[in-house]
């Protein structure tokens, strides 16, 4: 088929990261190619919650590290969160539908090999470490990432 699927995912919040994921997924089932950008918000879906340290990190690093989301499992809803109420039942229904949760969609992703890649500038700016993201993610500037959307057939803005 040669088709290839480039997602930006700037967003930080559990079901828009899962509605990624799930077009990423299903885009590789059928054979086409897919990349994620990861910028700003979006790197707390490929943060490693065992790797995030606050060793050599600034004031504003260790703040940006202590009040935000170590990883997918911690990441809040876009709407309706109440303080965790609203995706803990989001959770309870998908559970009840027998459908795969965030964190099984990321695993099935990086299974699929399909490719990570971390905003470079982003990955400055919020203070992480190469080490904290997961071993597949490849750390990029926005140059590389504007030739890779540009040779997909499918840019998608998450």
Partial sequence: ????????????EYDKAMAGLI?????????????????????????DPEKTTL???S???????VMTPKGPEQ????????????????EEMIEDQGAPKLIHFLKG???????????????????????ELLPEVEIIDAATYLKDALESDLQLFI
Avoid: Q
Avoid at 1 to 12: A, E, P, T, V, Y
Avoid at 29 to 42: K, M, S, Y
Avoid at 59 to 65: A, F, G, N, S, T
């Fill in 1 to 12: 088929m040669n088709k290839k699927m480039n997602l930006l995912m700037f967003s930080g």
């Fill in 23 to 47: 077009l990423a997924n299903s885009a590789r089932e059928i054979e086409v190619e897919v990349t994620i950008f990861f910028a700003f918000w979006g790197l707390f879906l490929v943060r």
């Fill in 55 to 57: 060793e050599d990190k």
């Fill in 59 to 65: 004031i504003y690093e260790k703040l940006m590290d």
């Fill in 75 to 90: 990441l809040p809803l876009s709407r309706m969160n109440f303080s965790g109420l609203g995706k803990w039942m989001l």
């Fill in 109 to 131: 992703a990086r299974k699929k090999n399909i490719k990570f890649y971390a905003c470079k500038l982003s990955v400055e700016i919020m203070g992480f470490k190469p080490e």
